[in-house]
C-alpha cells in the first residue's frame, strides 16, 4: 500500500503594481516596492531599460516577506528609463513596470537689478539662460507683478533663453525686472543680465540648496578667478553666495560665474555685466590762430560707451560738412577742417559729445585770423608711451601754425633720420615718429621741432627702460586642496613670474 501525494506550485503574481510613473530631482533618493504572491522559490530581478541592475552604492535591493524594494541614490539625469521588477519560479514568471524620469532643476544667477539709464523711447531687450531639463514654463516680473503678452511686451523662449523685448521705453518702465522658470522638479527665478553706469554699486546674488560642505568660487569671463580687492567683496552666509564691486569700472564689465561644488557635483550659474561710461572729451585743442587762405584742423579725442554722438558750432551754430568745413569722426577722435580760412572764419567754435547717457560732455576754443605769418605751436604735445620690448611704437604730436612747417625729430640731442628703425610722416598738421623692434639703446629724450619763417617749437618726452616686457607664467594655477568643513577652494601653485 502507498500514498501518493500532487503538490502544485503557483507561479508568480504581482499583488502590488509599481507606480506607472514618478519624476525625481537630480541628486535625489527613491524608494520602489512591490508586493508578489506565488510559491517559494522565487527569484526577484530589476531591470533598467532591459539591462539587469545589480546591487551597489546606487541601488539597493531587497525581497522579505513578500515585499521586492529597490533604492536608488544620488539619481542623475541619465539615470532616467524604464525600470523592470521580475519574478520568476519553476512555474513561470510575472513582472511590473514603472517610468522614472529625473530632472535637473533650474538654477540662475539672482542679481539685485533695476532697469535704468535707457534712452527714452528706444526699444530693450532682456534675457535670462536657464539651466535644467525643458520643458519650462516662463514668467515674466516686474517690481514683483508679473507682466502679461501684449504690444507693450513681447516675449519669447526657445531651448534655455527665455528672453522679453521692451518697446519703446518710457518713465513708467523703470523698475527690477525677473524670469520665473519652472519645469516639473520645480522653480527658480532669474534676474536678467545687468547693465550699470561708471561709479554704480553692483551686487551679484545666488541662492544656493545642497548638503554640505559647499564650496563656491566666483569666476569671471575666461574662467579667471575672482579675488577681493578694495573695490570688490565676495561673502558667502545663509546659503547665500554675494559678489558685491562698491563702484563699477569699465574693466567690471564681463560674465560672472558662481560655481558651487559638493561631494554630489558640480553646478554654475552666471550673468554679464555691461558697464555705461559718460561721454568724455580727453585731449582738446587749445586757442588757435590761422594765416588767412590757409586750412586748419580742430580735433577733440572722445571716449565713453558707443552709440557717441558728436557736433561741431560756431558761436553757437550747428556746423555740417559743405564746402567750408569737413566734419569727421573715426576711432575716438572727431576733427572740424576749416577750408580756406578768412577774417569772418574768426570765432567762438563748440565742441559737443553725447551717449545714451544723456551725458554731455562741451569744449570751446577761441580761432582767430591774421594776414601775418604765424608761428608754429603744439597744440598737442608728446606724451608718454609703453612699449613692449622687440615691438614699436608711435609717437605724435599736433601743431598749427602757417605753413609750410617742417619737422624734425631728435633722439638724445641727435637728429634722426627716416629708414627701417624710424618712419616719420606729417599728415593734417599731425607729427608721427614710428620706432621699430625697440632695445635698450632706444631709451631717452626724444623731441620734435616745427619750423617755418615766422619761427620754431619744440616738445619732448622721455621713453624709460626697462620697456615693458610681457609676463609669462611657468606654470598654469591648478586646484591643489580643499578644505574639507569649509566653503573655501583654495588655490596653490609654485608659480613662478618670468620677465
Known amino acids: 500500500m502507498f500514498t501518493l501525494f500532487f503538490g502544485f506550485i503557483e507561479p508568480p503574481r504581482i499583488i502590488t503594481k509599481l507606480d506607472s510613473s514618478r519624476v525625481v530631482k537630480q541628486h535625489d533618493f527613491t524608494r520602489y516596492e512591490c508586493k508578489i504572491g506565488g ?13 539587469e541592475i545589480h546591487d551597489g552604492e546606487k541601488y539597493r535591493m531587497s525581497f522579505i516577506d513578500s515585499m521586492a524594494v529597490i533604492e536608488m541614490h544620488n539619481l542623475r539625469v541619465e539615470d532616467s528609463g524604464d525600470y523592470i521588477c521580475e519574478a520568476r519560479n519553476a512555474a513561470g514568471s510575472a ?139 565676495i561673502s558667502y552666509s545663509e546659503n547665500v553666495a554675494t559678489l558685491r564691486i562698491g563702484k563699477a569700472e569699465p574693466a567690471s564689465a564681463g560674465k560672472y560665474i558662481c560655481q558651487i561644488k559638493n561631494d554630489a557635483g558640480v553646478q554654475e550659474c552666471f550673468a554679464t555685466l555691461s558697464v555705461l561710461e559718460p561721454a568724455v572729451i580727453v585731449e582738446k585743442p587749445g586757442p588757435m590762430k590761422v594765416t588767412s587762405g590757409d586750412s586748419c584742423t580742430l580735433e577733440c579725442t572722445v571716449d565713453g560707451t558707443p552709440e557717441l554722438t558728436t557736433r561741431w558750432f560756431k558761436n553757437g551754430k550747428e556746423l555740417s560738412t559743405n564746402q567750408k568745413y569737413k566734419i569727421s569722426f573715426s576711432n575716438k577722435v572727431s576733427g572740424l577742417k576749416i577750408l580756406n580760412a578768412k577774417v569772418e572764419d574768426s570765432g567762438e567754435y563748440t565742441f559737443e559729445v553725447k551717449n545714451s547717457l544723456y551725458s554731455c560732455n562741451i569744449y570751446s576754443c577761441v580761432l582767430s585770423n591774421t594776414d601775418r605769418i604765424i608761428p608754429p605751436s603744439f597744440t598737442r604735445k608728446l606724451k608718454e608711451v609703453n612699449g613692449l620690448s622687440g615691438s614699436s611704437v608711435v609717437l605724435d604730436c599736433k601743431v598749427s601754425g602757417s605753413p609750410p612747417i617742417s619737422v624734425s625729430w631728435f633722439h638724445d640731442g641727435h637728429e634722426i633720420t627716416s629708414g627701417d ?41 622721455v621713453l624709460f627702460w626697462p620697456i615693458f616686457t610681457p609676463v609669462q607664467l611657468s606654470h598654469k594655477l591648478t586646484p591643489k586642496k580643499y578644505f574639507s568643513g569649509s566653503n573655501t577652494l583654495a588655490w596653490f601653485s609654485n608659480t613662478c613670474i618670468a620677465w
Open 39 to 51: 510559491s517559494p522559490e522565487i527569484k526577484v530581478t530589476w531591470y533598467k531599460d532591459e539591462t
Open 95 to 233: 513582472s511590473t513596470s514603472t517610468s522614472l524620469k529625473v530632472k535637473g532643476q533650474n538654477f540662475c544667477l539672482k542679481q539685485d537689478t533695476y532697469l535704468t539709464s535707457v534712452p527714452w523711447h528706444e526699444n530693450v531687450h532682456l534675457e535670462c539662460e536657464l539651466q535644467g531639463t525643458p520643458p519650462f514654463q516662463i514668467s515674466w516680473y516686474k517690481d514683483k507683478r508679473e507682466i502679461k503678452s501684449s504690444k507693450k511686451y513681447k516675449m519669447m523662449s526657445e531651448n534655455y533663453l527665455a528672453s522679453i523685448h521692451i518697446l519703446s521705453v518710457d518713465a513708467t518702465d523703470v523698475g527690477e525686472y525677473h524670469c520665473k522658470a519652472i519645469n516639473d522638479v520645480g522653480s527658480d527665478t532669474c534676474l536678467s543680465d545687468f547693465t550699470a553706469v561708471v561709479g554704480d554699486t553692483v551686487e551679484l546674488q545666488a541662492t544656493i540648496e545642497g548638503s554640505q560642505p559647499i564650496s563656491v568660487l566666483w569666476l569671471k569671463d575666461k574662467g579667471e578667478i575672482v579675488t577681493e580687492s578694495e573695490n570688490l567683496w
Open 421 to 461: 628703425k624710424y618712419q616719420t610722416t606729417l599728415t593734417d598738421n599731425t607729427c608721427s615718429l614710428k620706432v621699430n623692434t625697440l632695445k635698450e639703446s632706444d631709451m631717452g629724450t626724444y623731441s620734435c621741432t616745427a619750423t617755418n619763417v615766422a619761427g620754431s617749437d619744440e616738445c619732448s618726452m
